[in-house]
């Protein structure tokens, strides 16, 4: 109907974003292939997924920063978001964060989220993060932000 108003081809009206529905972008690998101006979106999250998400990120500066997360970023998003670009062109994450896991400020007791008892107070009082922390959770973003290739950054603060 889109397209029927504003026609077809380079420069005849806006991209159709179409969310993943938290099933994973390989759920459209044969939808509107060779459609026009479509774009995919994906919101990856590791605090979310269900798993505990306890392996440290403050693992020290340099090459060590981030423990297993920004490796972990790379290899969980990147296939699937460079699988979706070649095949169907635009693809971008329309939101992630930081969020490794689930102890972060506003995310303890929400109605969908109960409270983590393995959380402690160190990821509500960011003030309070060492060196190596901050390395550790700026490595995993700039891995994060590299392998998404296109996005919109998630932040309560």
């Given at each position: 109907m889109?397209?029927g108003?504003?026609?077809?081809?380079?420069?005849?009206?806006?991209?159709i974003?179409?969310?993943?529905?938290?099933?994973?972008?390989?759920?459209?690998?044969?939808y509107?292939t060779?459609?026009?101006?479509i774009a995919y979106?994906?919101?990856p999250y590791?605090a979310?997924?269900?798993g505990?998400n306890?392996e440290?990120?403050a693992?020290?500066?340099?090459?060590?920063?981030?423990?297993?997360?920004?490796?972990?970023?790379c290899?969980?998003?990147?296939?699937?978001?460079?699988q979706?670009?070649?095949?169907?062109?635009?693809?971008?994450a329309?939101?992630f964060?930081?969020g490794?896991n689930?102890?972060?400020?506003?995310?303890?007791?929400t109605?969908?989220?109960?409270?983590?008892?393995?959380?402690?107070?160190?990821?509500?009082?960011?003030?309070?993060?060492?060196?190596?922390?901050?390395?550790g959770?700026?490595?995993?973003?700039?891995?994060?932000m590299?392998?998404?290739?296109?996005?919109f950054?998630?932040?309560c603060?």
């Open positions: 889109v397209r108003i504003t026609g077809i081809g380079e420069g005849q009206g806006p991209f974003s179409i969310h993943d529905g938290f099933q994973g972008l390989t759920q459209y690998d044969d509107l060779g459609a026009d101006r979106d994906t919101h590791f979310f997924g269900g505990p306890s440290p990120i693992t020290g500066t340099g090459m060590e920063a981030g423990g297993q997360w920004p490796l972990q970023a290899n969980a998003w990147g296939p699937g978001i460079n979706t670009q070649s095949r169907a062109g635009v693809t971008f329309g939101e964060s930081n490794y689930d102890c972060g400020l506003f995310l303890l007791g109605p969908n989220q109960p409270v983590n008892p393995e959380c402690d107070t160190l990821w509500n009082n960011w003030a309070s993060w060492n060196e190596t922390t901050k390395a959770v700026q490595a995993f973003a700039e891995a994060s590299d392998t998404l290739q296109n996005w950054f998630w932040t603060e």
